[in-house]
């Protein structure tokens, strides 16, 4: 009774290996994702919340087979092959895996969830019209660095320079930073950009904000920071920057802002979508959903840490506030 009961509100992946080998033989469904599972629990516990809305339930009458990237894009191959060869009912995926998806199978159906745009990216044709084995949910987290840099400019209104970190290796960080750059320009500010492509960049690339003066720090979306965002918000305190990231989970953390969809809504209709698609329907049949909610989180312990005031019509529109 204890594993059931804690099976009822852990995702399965945290089960014991033992509880799900008594289970009988069911269909399965690999999920392979950019990120870790203690950074992303509460968004594959939606995951299966989704499932649950369409009927199946994880570990009674579905399996999910996890494979965690850890922010090292190039294990996705290798995993999309794997799961093409245990022969999955349906493969969900995020971020770069979608990409090594589309190559390992064109008929084993495909939930992706990515934050560039999938039309652009090439995944799907149209966004009502998927065509093919892909369908999935369309987060925005790569499009709102101009937003996320304007509400900064909000927070520190008299700054002349703002700076941007961003991940070179994640797809679309050339975008992010065409993005970025139109911002500043309509804002009237400078732009320092800083590059990292792993955790032993991160000190060099914050020292050169400071080096620059640049008075506050957008962090462009990407898995991999948000896999590395305690370093990020700590590395934000150590150095008195004031800083704003894409999901909620860097406030909670400790980070001052975020701006963003919420991950716990795309990944829930993820887990619909897949159910539907083990229910029969076909996912050229199924368009793209694109996420309506957005998030703006403030985090006014860390605002105090800062010795920034926030301005009230900043918070006024916050979301949330974390006190």
Not at 35 to 54: I, P, V
Not at 169 to 175: T, Y
Not at 247 to 276: H, K, P
Not at 286 to 297: G, K
């Amino acid at each position: 009774m204890t594993v059931l009961a804690g099976a009822a509100v852990a995702p399965s992946f945290l089960w014991p290996l033992a509880t799900r080998a008594q289970q009988p033989a069911m269909p399965v469904i690999g999920f392979m994702i950019s990120g870790s599972a203690a950074t992303l629990r509460q968004a594959l516990a939606a995951f299966e919340d989704g499932l649950k809305e369409t009927g199946y339930t994880a570990g009674q009458n579905i399996t999910v087979e996890y494979r965690f990237a850890e922010g090292q894009f190039d294990r996705f191959p290798a995993f999309a092959a794997e799961l093409v060869r245990r022969k999955v009912a349906v493969l969900v995926t995020s971020g770069p895996g979608v990409q090594a998806a589309r190559r390992a199978t064109a008929t084993i159906p495909i939930v992706f969830s990515t934050g560039d745009d999938p039309v652009k990216a090439g995944i799907v044709p149209s966004l009502n019209r998927p065509g093919g084995n892909l369908t999935g949910v369309y987060q925005f987290a790569a499009g709102l660095e101009g937003k996320r840099l304007g509400l900064l400019h909000e927070l520190v209104p008299k700054a002349t320079t703002l700076a941007a970190l961003v991940h070179p290796n994640f797809p679309p960080s050339e975008s992010q930073l065409r993005d970025v750059r139109e911002a500043a320009g309509r804002l009237g500010v400078q732009l320092v950009v800083v590059r990292a492509n792993g955790e032993d960049e991160f000190e060099a690339a914050f020292s050169t904000v400071v080096q620059q003066r640049a008075a506050a720090l957008l962090v462009c979306a990407s898995p991999y920071f948000n896999i590395r965002r305690q370093q990020l918000v700590v590395l934000a305190a150590r150095h008195g920057l004031p800083a704003i990231y894409e999901w909620r989970d860097f406030a909670a953390a400790g980070g001052l802002m975020s701006y963003g969809t919420s991950l716990a809504d795309a990944y829930r209709q993820a887990g619909v979508y897949a159910g539907r698609i083990l229910k029969g329907a076909k996912p050229a049949d199924l368009p793209v959903v694109q996420v309506t909610r957005f998030e703006f989180v403030i985090n006014l312990s860390t605002a105090k840490a800062l010795g920034l005031e926030v301005p009230p019509t900043l918070s006024a529109r916050a979301d949330e506030i974390i006190e």
